[in-house]
C-alpha cells in the first residue's frame, strides 16, 4: 500500500471523531505486515481519563483481531471540521504504544495540508525509548 493511500485512510478515519471537548479531531490508518488496515480516531470522555488517541484506538484493532507485525501508520489531526494545516503528532502514551510492538525504524506518515506527509521513523519521535528488550 502506498503512503498516499494510508494518508486517505487516516483522513477518512479522522471524519468519525468523536470530540465535543478538545474539538480536534485525529485519525491514524495502521498498515499491517500484511496488507490489512485498520483505521482509528480518538474518542473523548468528560472524564478525560477514559478519553483515548486515533493511534492507539487503531493498534488496540489490530492487536484485538491478532495482528502484532506492523509496516507503518499515517496520521492526520486538527480542528475538526476543518481541513488539516499542519502536523499532529502522536502524542507519549502513543509513541510508546507503538514502541511496544514497532522497531525504532517504524515509519510514520504525518499529514500536513492538501494530503501532503512528511515521514518520521519512531526512532526520532522517541529518543531513549524504553522497550521489551530493556526489561531483560
Do not use: W
Not at 474518542?43 to 483481531?65: D, H, Y
Amino acid at each position: 500500500m502506498t503512503p498516499e493511500k494510508l494518508v486517505a485512510l487516516a483522513l477518512e478515519a479522522r471524519e468519525r471523531a468523536y470530540t465535543p471537548y478538545s474539538g480536534f479531531a485525529v485519525g491514524a490508518a495502521l498498515l499491517c505486515a500484511d496488507g490489512s488496515v485498520y483505521q482509528g480516531c480518538n474518542i473523548e470522555n468528560a472524564a478525560f481519563g477514559p478519553t483515548v488517541c486515533a493511534e492507539r484506538v487503531a493498534v488496540f484493532k489490530a492487536v484485538s483481531e491478532g495482528k502484532r507485525d506492523f509496516a507503518a501508520i499515517a496520521v492526520a489531526g486538527g480542528r475538526a471540521g476543518q481541513d488539516v494545516t499542519g502536523l499532529f503528532p502522536p502524542c507519549g502514551v502513543c509513541r510508546q504504544v507503538l514502541r511496544e510492538f514497532c522497531g525504532l525504524d517504524f515509519p510514520l506518515y504525518l499529514v500536513k495540508e492538501n494530503g501532503s506527509y512528511e515521514t518520521h521513523s519512531l526512532g526520532e519521535l522517541l529518543p531513549f525509548s524504553f522497550s521489551r528488550g530493556d526489561m531483560s
